[in-house]
Each structure stands twice: as structure tokens, then as C-alpha cells.
């Protein structure tokens, strides 16, 4: 069977959409991995609020099942007047839902760095993914008991009555360039400002910026803050083509997120960018062929080949490799 350029062109747009999503997880969890040798298996649960607080803040949903519906409240979904960007008319509130979710999120991690990571630093490694696993199904189990069990479907774009034919293609375009804009922004911070710095000194060997007499502790609560924001960010693109339900957190945002780690290598942000788009690419093919069923063996796969080719990752250190 023949494929069109419309089929060509919607996999290549659905990929770098999907590809987004997984290099801001990617990012997120990389530098907290590099920077901090913390393994944090709650960045999912990060994923999971910035999707609710989107959803909340863009939209009017009638939640059930939660303590909030028991007490007969709705989500947010303050009124506004619709905006209009390159024929896509929305309700503005997707704009304070952007907002809302860097607020929420960079508390939330540095709240999380404070008094979950912080004393678990120098603790083994499996005492680090039992205290964060536990975080992430409190989480879970939080939003089943506030919100309810119900999935919500995917909120964006948030358009008022006057829907066209495209407008949804033409929307997935303006987030995945917010999503590239975010990622620019990222790497810039990483690679070209003083904080940028320590974190990456701090990749290769925390105990020597320490001994420097560089406040990296200080810097643990931002690089924490920072990834928390990245993979809330993630939740609410997320959100806005996926069901939305208390599940996300494990079976939309944590396994991708490690996945493009192994494939572009721990502390690497360019790793994450590279691993994640490529992954969000092989995942939108196998999505939209006739091999569906077989997209996420094909993702597992290509992550087994890559370590076969280069243990450490794509852009991984020797020192990750051994």
C-alpha cells in the first residue's frame, strides 16, 4: 500500500510532537541523574500534576469520584476571551495554564529535593527508588482520592465553537514549537550561564565542586526545581492529545523518560534531545502503520540495539560505559 505525503507529513509531525514530550522528560530526569546521582522514579508523578493543573486551569471538566466532585466543584476553567494564533482560535486559558504549571511544578521539586531527596543522597541506590516509588504512588493514589478514578480526554486544543478542519494539525505545530522553544531555553541555561556550569561540573564530580566551596547544595534545589518543571511541562503537552488519568504518570512519562536516558546517555542533555526525538519518531511510525500493536517492542528494541552499539548511551561518558 502506498503512503501519501499527508500520511508522511502527519508521522513526522505526530513524532516530533511525541519526540518532545520525551526529550523534556528526558532533560528532567538527566540532569537530576547527572548532577546528583539521585534516581528519581516520582519524576512520572511530576508528568501526572502538570497534566491535571493543565487540565484544570484550561479547561471545564465536571470531575467524579473525587473528594472535590463529592463537594461540587469543577476544574477551573476561568472564562476568557478566545485568542487566535495562525487560525487556531482558543480559550486563552491554555496560556494560564502554562503558567500554572512552571509555578506548581518548581515548588513541588524543590519541596521533593528538600525533604525527600536531600536526605537520601547519601544512602544506597535502592533505598533511593523505594523512597521516590513510594512518592509516586502517593501521588497517584492522591489524585484518585481528590479528582476520582475518571480519564478525562485530551484537552487541547482548547477552541472555541467555531472548529475547522486543521486546526487540530495546525495546533500540534504551536506546542511542539513551545515545546523546541522550552528545550532551546533549557540547553541554553545549561551550557552558557554560571548555574549551567555547576551543573555540569557537578555531573562529572559533585564532591570536587563541593570542596571548590560552590554552594551545590543550593544548586541541587534548582537542577531539582528545573527537572520538575521540565517533566510538568511534559504532562501538560501531554495533555493536550492524550487521556488524562491517574495512571499516566507510570505508563506515559517514567519508562519513556528512562528509555531516552539509556539511549542518549545518563547527564547528557544533548542525549536527551537526540534520544528523545528519535524515540518519539520510531514510536509515530509504529503508531500510525499497520503494525500498531508492535510500536512499544519496537521502542524497546531500538533502545537494545543502541545499547548493544554503545553501552554508555549515544552521547554517554566512557566513565557511564564502564
Known amino acids: 500500500m502506498s503512503v501519501t505525503a499527508l500520511q508522511v507529513t502527519s508521522i513526522i ?75 487556531v482560535r482558543f480559550n486563552a486559558n491554555i496560556l494560564l495554564a502554562m503558567v500554572a504549571v512552571v509555578v506548581v511544578a518548581f515548588v513541588v521539586g524543590a519541596l521533593m529535593e528538600r525533604f525527600i531527596a536531600r536526605p537520601f543522597y547519601d544512602r544506597p541506590e535502592t533505598a533511593q527508588l523505594l523512597v521516590t516509588f513510594g512518592l509516586a504512588l502517593v501521588v497517584e493514589q492522591l489524585a484518585r482520592a481528590i479528582i476520582g478514578p475518571t480519564t478525562f480526554q485530551a484537552y487541547g486544543p482548547v477552541l472555541d465553537s467555531a472548529t475547522v478542519a486543521g486546526q487540530f494539525s495546525l495546533w500540534r505545530l504551536i506546542i511542539i514549537a513551545i515545546a523546541v522553544a522550552v528545550i532551546a531555553i533549557t540547553y541554553f541555561i545549561i551550557e552558557y550561564t554560571d548555574f549551567g556550569l555547576v551543573v555540569q561540573a557537578g555531573t562529572i564530580d559533585s564532591e570536587m565542586v563541593r570542596l571548590l566551596g560552590i554552594p551545590i547544595t543550593r544548586s541541587y534545589t534548582l537542577v531539582f526545581g528545573l527537572g520538575a518543571v521540565l517533566a510538568a511541562f511534559a504532562g501538560l503537552i501531554g495533555g493536550t492529545f492524550q487521556t488524562v488519568s491517574p495512571t499516566i504518570g507510570t505508563t506515559q512519562a517514567l519508562i519513556p523518560a528512562f528509555l531516552v536516558i539509556v539511549v542518549g546517555g545518563a547527564g547528557s542533555v544533548v542525549g536527551a534531545i537526540v534520544g528523545g526525538m528519535a524515540l518519539g519518531m520510531v514510536f509515530a511510525v509504529m503508531q500510525q502503520s499497520f503494525l500498531t500493536q508492535w510500536a512499544n517492542i519496537v521502542l524497546f528494541g531500538s533502545v537494545a540495539v543502541v545499547l548493544l552499539v554503545r553501552p554508555g548511551g549515544l552521547f554517554g561518558s566512557v566513565e557511564v560505559a564502564e
Open 13 to 87: 509531525v505526530n513524532g516530533l510532537q511525541q519526540g518532545a514530550i520525551f526529550a523534556l522528560l528526558g532533560i528532567g530526569l538527566t540532569i537530576v541523574l547527572g548532577t546528583m546521582k539521585f534516581l528519581n522514579l516520582a519524576h512520572g508523578a511530576l508528568y501526572l500534576i502538570g497534566a491535571y493543573v493543565g487540565m484544570f486551569f484550561a479547561v471545564n471538566r465536571r470531575l467524579s469520584g473525587g473528594t472535590l466532585s463529592d463537594m461540587g466543584f469543577q476544574a477551573i476553567g476561568l472564562s476568557a476571551t478566545p485568542v487566535t494564533i495562525g487560525g
